[in-house]
């Protein structure tokens, strides 16, 4: 009976005793619970009130039950169930048909009233969590909108990017892979005084020294190199530990003197770059390693900033999974698809080894899954094939599951194109260009 507490149920019955037994078998069960005598009242009363559920006879003086239930709003009210002395099946069908959670014939067995009331307002309640997300989701702005979430690690890394983003020192961001480094990097400069100018986003791992100075610097008379094209905006080193030492000895120079000597010229360039960098790693280690220079890292750690994993901010999952949900379902032009109980205990029950970015790919293929008819959050993350060939763009990520879903579809019909168009929900046409588009070989798929 704890499961109840704290539910809400507005009982509708013209008959003084079968309110007052339902009022007592509601009282014991944990309920709060209150009754009127006529579907009319129940209207008024549901101007000030909202109960988790609504539990109405069907034959009553004036309005009925089934009458009352054509009144409600289906998406704003709550679930209504009906209840008669009079019911046979095909009032029952009629009954859902119109709307209604469920139909309960008298005499009632009190264990399953319970258990129909019960579900009912536990489905309430989910639908109306995903209505406070979704209106939250709307509300959203600016940097809000930028680093989503609630919880107090995430506002904390809030006000340390708006503390931090009008100064011109270095900053270095922690966190393990997929927990928003970059995105961070980019509100930095968005929210800066270099808001204006270029953000130079850099991969360490693929400079090489070989070509890093005709790349990075310039070549004189051969244009200018990728540093001074973003002077006077941000430069963001992601995965500073991966950059070879050669380099580092290089990119120190450059920030200690802020000018760069492009190939073959004569004399340095002005440089002006606010510096941010980022990394998975363990920074102190890397450099007893001896794979990160020490000097280096006192020139990129001005200030640090730790960022959260996502399991340890799990009260963000799902509005995190609302808001992804949301934009993937628009950009299919589908119903967001909703978050029941069983979606958020998979949610929970996950570690989220790749954090925001891997929420993001499975919410990815739950909007995919919904779009062929059903899915739930489980089904989602049995699809997850690692984290290593994840796609980093909302582009790619779609192209890759299209790439995916169609593929397994030309198998499953072995090839018959019609079938295999009908089964992804699209025309023969759409799935001819989505197959051109996408480089899909149909031969090689059979």
């Given at each position: 009976?704890?499961?109840?507490?704290?539910?809400?149920?507005?009982?509708?019955d013209?008959?003084?005793?079968?309110?007052?037994?339902?009022?007592?078998?509601?009282?014991?069960?944990?309920?709060q619970?209150?009754?009127?005598?006529?579907?009319?009242?129940?209207?008024?009363?549901?101007?000030d009130?909202?109960?988790?559920?609504?539990?109405?006879?069907?034959?009553?003086?004036?309005?009925?039950?089934?009458?009352?239930?054509a009144?409600?709003d289906?998406?704003?009210?709550?679930?209504?169930?009906?209840?008669?002395?009079?019911?046979?099946?095909?009032?029952?069908?009629?009954?859902?048909?119109?709307?209604?959670?469920?139909f309960?014939?008298?005499?009632?067995?009190?264990?399953r009233?319970?258990?129909?009331?019960?579900?009912?307002?536990?489905?309430?309640?989910?639908?109306?969590?995903n209505?406070?997300?979704?209106?939250?989701?709307?509300?959203?702005s600016?940097?809000?909108?930028?680093?989503?979430?609630?919880?107090?690690?995430?506002?904390?890394?809030?006000?340390?990017?708006?503390?931090?983003?009008?100064?011109?020192?270095?900053?270095?961001?922690?966190?393990?892979t997929?927990?928003?480094?970059?995105?961070?990097?980019?509100?930095?400069?968005?929210?800066?005084?270099?808001?204006?100018?270029?953000?130079?986003?850099?991969?360490?791992?693929?400079?090489?020294?070989?070509?890093?100075e005709?790349?990075?610097?310039?070549?004189?008379?051969?244009?200018?190199?990728?540093?001074?094209?973003?002077?006077?905006?941000?430069?963001?080193?992601?995965?500073?530990?991966?950059?070879?030492?050669?380099?580092?000895?290089?990119?120190?120079?450059?920030?200690?003197?802020?000018?760069?000597?492009?190939?073959?010229?004569?004399?340095?360039?002005?440089?002006?770059?606010r510096?941010?960098?980022?990394?998975?790693?363990?920074?102190?280690?890397?450099?007893?390693?001896?794979?990160?220079?020490?000097?280096?890292?006192?020139?990129?750690?001005?200030?640090?900033?730790?960022?959260?994993?996502?399991?340890?901010r799990?009260?963000?999952?799902?509005?995190?999974?609302?808001?992804?949900?949301?934009?993937?379902?628009?950009?299919y032009?589908?119903a967001?698809?909703?978050?029941?109980?069983?979606?958020?205990?998979?949610?929970?029950?996950?570690?989220?080894?790749?954090?925001v970015?891997e929420?993001?790919?499975?919410?990815?293929?739950?909007?995919?899954?919904?779009?062929?008819?059903?899915?739930?959050?489980?089904?989602?993350?049995?699809?997850?094939?690692?984290?290593?060939?994840?796609?980093d763009?909302?582009?790619?990520?779609?192209?890759?599951?299209?790439?995916?879903?169609?593929?397994?579809?030309?198998?499953?019909?072995?090839?018959?194109?019609?079938?295999?168009?009908?089964?992804?929900?699209?025309?023969?046409?759409?799935?001819?260009?989505?197959?051109?588009?996408?480089?899909?070989?149909?031969?090689?798929?059979?």
């Amino acid at each position: 009976m704890s499961e109840s507490a704290g539910f809400n149920l507005l009982i509708v019955d013209d008959d003084k005793g079968m309110r007052q037994s339902l009022l007592e078998l509601m009282g014991a069960a944990g309920w709060q619970a209150e009754a009127v005598s006529r579907a009319d009242k129940a209207l008024e009363r549901l101007a000030d009130v909202t109960p988790d559920v609504i539990l109405s006879d069907v034959r009553m003086p004036g309005m009925t039950g089934l009458e009352l239930l054509a009144r409600l709003d289906r998406d704003m009210s709550p679930p209504l169930v009906l209840i008669s002395a009079h019911g046979d099946i095909p009032m029952a069908v009629e009954a859902m048909q119109s709307g209604a959670y469920s139909f309960v014939e008298k005499p009632y067995d009190p264990r399953r009233l319970l258990t129909i009331l019960t579900h009912a307002a536990e489905q309430s309640r989910m639908r109306a969590r995903n209505a406070q997300l979704k209106e939250r989701l709307f509300q959203l702005s600016g940097l809000d909108r930028v680093l989503l979430g609630q919880t107090p690690a995430v506002a904390a890394v809030r006000e340390e990017v708006l503390d931090l983003a009008p100064l011109d020192g270095a900053v270095m961001i922690l966190g393990e892979t997929g927990t928003g480094k970059e995105l961070v990097a980019r509100a930095l400069h968005d929210l800066g005084p270099r808001a204006d100018q270029p953000f130079l986003a850099i991969n360490c791992a693929a400079l090489t020294p070989e070509s890093f100075e005709a790349e990075m610097f310039g070549v004189a008379g051969a244009g200018e190199g990728r540093l001074l094209a973003a002077s006077g905006g941000t430069l963001f080193l992601d995965e500073i530990s991966t950059c070879p030492l050669v380099v580092q000895a290089k990119l120190l120079r450059v920030i200690e003197d802020q000018e760069v000597f492009p190939v073959g010229a004569s004399a340095p360039a002005t440089l002006d770059v606010r510096v941010v960098c980022a990394t998975n790693e363990d920074v102190e280690q890397a450099v007893v390693e001896e794979r990160l220079r020490q000097d280096l890292l006192f020139r990129l750690n001005t200030f640090v900033m730790q960022l959260p994993p996502l399991r340890h901010r799990k009260d963000d999952l799902t509005l995190l999974a609302a808001h992804f949900m949301a934009d993937y379902a628009q950009l299919y032009e589908i119903a967001v698809p909703e978050l029941d109980h069983e979606d958020v205990a998979a949610l929970m029950a996950h570690d989220w080894p790749g954090n925001v970015r891997e929420l993001r790919n499975v919410c990815a293929r739950r909007v995919m899954l919904a779009r062929r008819g059903g899915g739930t959050f489980a089904a989602a993350l049995t699809q997850d094939h690692g984290l290593e060939d994840m796609p980093d763009t909302l582009r790619e990520a779609v192209a890759a599951f299209e790439r995916e879903l169609i593929g397994k579809a030309i198998k499953a019909h072995e090839g018959r194109m019609d079938a295999a168009a009908g089964a992804l929900g699209i025309g023969r046409r759409t799935l001819n260009e989505k197959i051109v588009k996408l480089g899909l070989d149909k031969a090689a798929l059979l």
